[in-house]
């Protein structure tokens, strides 16, 4: 069986330095048959490779290729590379729909990128983080890698679909199980609010799983806020009221409303927690996200003691480790319920 592919035709005198090249640069698919024709030579490529450093060896086209015996495996060559690698990209790298994001030095990304457009077809863009998280939005710059130059990603998660630009909004798909997690313990007619919602995963999963809750979603991030109205839209929930400002004001017009509190925002959760007992009600329950260090877990103390100052009780329904962050903390969660 034959199939259309993108490919380097070259002259055949030219044909021993374009395969050297083409294999040093990890651009060849090897998956298919090169093949002659008159006196030229068709390389298969794979996906992302750049056009301008293959033109000085012959023209890009498109020709029929036969499989090759010998197909290549790209999830091992991918392995392969993420085992060499260090810090966080030994944890593979990240799909958000059409986007994937990888977290390794440009040589070693443009590797990535190429084999994961080959591995997953609906991706069509990869990019590179090229910070770390930072400012009030929690933010990080990126750095075009292969496929489509594009930063809005179209992702799906749990029956719900978002729409971002990945610069300007902070959002993790390893969250999605805890955004799971959290829809399914929410009762009818619940009362929700949703601190720093971001784009509105948590709030926008909570009410399409339950539509009879009322969910008040947060959100400082201008730009979050605009994308938050759009998923509103796209996932046709409306029991969700999305609010523009600053957690700890808003909580003011929020007295003794929440049935449920999420709060995840794990680098600065803590200083929030004043405005999370201004909006509970008697015994809400309180889903907080925290960063602990590896070796040693205070969140569950810090919380004690805080409302103990507030003359208020809490019961722990639940603990869990949520993913790693660095070499020396990981991301926990504390179920909690508050009676004051």
Do not use: W
């Not at 999305?242 to 925002?265: Q, T």
């Amino acid at each position: 069986m034959k199939y259309k592919l993108k490919c380097l035709i070259v002259e055949k005198r030219n044909a021993e330095k374009a395969k050297k090249y083409l294999l040093k640069h990890n651009m060849l698919n090897k998956g298919y048959k090169v093949f002659g024709k008159e006196s030229f030579i068709y390389f298969p490529i794979l996906s992302g490779s750049s056009e301008k450093e293959l033109k000085r060896f012959g023209t890009l086209g498109y020709a029929s290729f036969e499989e090759s015996k010998a197909r290549i495996d790209y999830k091992k060559e991918l392995e392969k590379i993420l085992s060499k690698a260090n810090g966080e990209m030994t944890k593979g790298y990240d799909l958000l729909g059409n986007i994937a994001v990888v977290d390794a030095e440009p040589k070693v990304a443009k590797q990535i990128g190429k084999l994961i457009l080959s591995l997953n077809k609906n991706v069509e863009t990869v990019l590179r983080k090229a910070s770390a998280v930072k400012g009030k939005y929690r933010t990080r710059s990126y750095a075009y890698v292969a496929g489509k130059r594009n930063y809005i990603a179209h992702y799906k998660e749990n029956g719900c679909i978002f729409e971002f630009d990945v610069r300007r909004v902070f959002f993790s798909p390893r969250l999605a199980y805890e955004r799971q997690r959290i829809a399914s313990q929410v009762k009818d007619g619940e009362r929700v609010i949703v601190m720093f919602a971001g784009v509105g995963p948590f709030a926008i999963e909570i009410a399409k799983k339950v539509p009879s809750a009322k969910v008040i979603a947060i959100e400082l991030n201008k730009y979050a806020y605009k994308y938050m109205l759009r998923n509103i839209q796209l996932n046709k929930v409306e029991s969700v009221e999305p609010v523009l400002g600053d957690v700890k004001r808003v909580a003011r017009e929020y007295r003794n409303f929440a049935d449920r509190i999420v709060m995840p925002l794990p680098k600065e959760s803590h200083s929030f927690l004043d405005a999370a007992y201004e909006v509970a009600k008697q015994k809400a329950i309180v889903h907080y996200y925290t960063f602990v260090p590896r070796d040693s877990n205070n969140a569950r103390s810090l919380l004690l003691s805080f409302f103990k100052k507030m003359n208020a009780n809490i019961k722990i329904l639940n603990e869990r480790v949520v993913r790693p962050y660095s070499a020396k903390e990981v991301e926990v969660v504390i179920d909690f319920m508050l009676s004051k």
